[in-house]
């Protein structure tokens, strides 16, 4: 089969516009409360032993993430990665260790902190496949290996947008007075989302597709 270079025309990288404007629009309805800097505007419980603490990690949390949410998208757009690839660059630097691992890493320790049962089991491995996909693609473009690094930078993405499905999977499973339910919507969203990225890059694959590196 003849070999293609990624397109990087507008028509073919238009699921960026709905993903972007989900995101944004999720983070205008969720990260108002936590610039106010007020433990009270918190709808989680804080841990009674530590309350200051258990705010302040749920805090970088969150503002990891945002800057994680909006690097994001900039890291997996390829006409800006190969029109300009200092400012992918430096965006990337920025989603890796000022957005996705420390607010990965904050994850694993915010849900041991939380008490109740918060979905648990679904809240570590979300944070532990965060933290692993966004590592492993970052060392493999220190060691310029570019498919590989692909590959897990656009898992470590189906990781990061997977907190669109929050939302949608509370509203469709109300977890109140069952709680095995509130587990479920923690597993749902990133699990679609890697298996939808799964195929793409399967469907890809099979067609042979160039990865063109831009000049260093």
């Not at 709808?43 to 705010?55: E, R, V």
């Not at 749920?58 to 390829?78: D, E, K, M, Q, R």
Request: aromatic fraction near 12%.
């Amino acid at each position: 089969m003849t070999q293609q270079d990624i397109q990087v025309g507008w028509r073919q990288n238009i699921w960026l516009v709905p993903v972007a404007a989900v995101l944004l629009a999720l983070l205008v309805a969720t990260l108002p409360p936590f610039l106010t800097f007020d433990p009270s505007k918190q709808q989680a419980p804080l841990d009674p032993d530590a309350p200051s603490l258990h705010y302040g990690l749920i805090l970088g949390h969150a503002l990891f993430g945002t800057v994680a949410i909006v690097t994001v998208c900039l890291g997996v757009w390829p006409w800006l990665r190969i029109r300009h690839a200092a400012v992918h660059r430096w965006s990337g630097r920025l989603y890796v260790y000022f957005g996705a691992l420390p607010s990965a890493l904050l994850t694993l320790i915010v849900n041991y902190l939380h008490s109740g049962w918060h979905g648990d089991i679904g809240g570590y491995v979300q944070g532990g496949m965060w933290f692993l996909t966004t590592l492993i693609g970052q060392v493999a473009i220190r060691q310029r290996k570019y498919l590989r690094h692909r590959r897990w930078m656009l898992y470590s993405f189906a990781m990061t947008t997977s907190v669109i499905w929050g939302p949608i999977a509370e509203k469709i499973l109300p977890a109140d007075g069952f709680p095995y339910l509130l587990e479920l919507t923690r597993w749902v969203g990133w699990l679609v989302n890697l298996l939808v990225i799964k195929w793409w890059l399967d469907r890809t694959d099979r067609r042979g597709v160039v990865i063109q590196v831009p000049a260093r």
